[in-house]
């Protein structure tokens, strides 16, 4: 939920780039693939460094960072990995994946549209599109 949260205040336009780059960061605090993994759906110029995730590991978290996340985060972190763990023979299913998602965030593409490519992308694995349904808005 949080995630979304930050996505729909920028695409409010109530935060700027730099303004979801932090909140992104503080968000993903402690997972750094997840913080650099990030940097796909930015544009050029705004890339997070590997330093900056570095610094951020010394760093205590906020305190509102110190509870549990909610469980929607937690599955959809999962859920991204069992995809990335799944087509490990075959990355570019999951830069597919990520390219798809990363089209509809820029409003390139529909959910509808989402849902049918990947649907196609998973097509031999009916247990990965019935869980991507659960993220749908």
Do not use: W
């Not at 997972?31 to 205590?60: R, S, W």
């Amino acid at each position: 939920d949080a995630f979304l949260e930050i996505m729909k205040e920028f695409k409010a336009q109530r935060i700027d780039t730099a303004g979801v780059i932090a909140r992104v960061k503080e968000l993903f605090r402690g997972h750094k693939e997840l913080v650099l993994g990030f940097n796909t759906f930015l544009p050029k110029g705004y890339e997070i460094q590997l330093a900056d995730v570095a610094d951020m590991d010394d760093e205590p978290p906020p305190n509102q960072m110190m509870n549990k996340q909610p469980v929607e985060f937690d599955q959809a972190i999962n859920y991204v990995n069992k995809i990335k763990t799944r087509f490990a023979s075959d990355e570019r299913v999951y830069r597919a994946f990520l390219e798809i998602l990363n089209m509809y965030r820029k409003g390139q593409k529909t959910i509808t549209n989402v849902y049918d490519e990947v649907a196609v992308l998973f097509r031999a694995h009916a247990d990965l599109l019935t869980e991507f349904t659960y993220f749908l808005p």
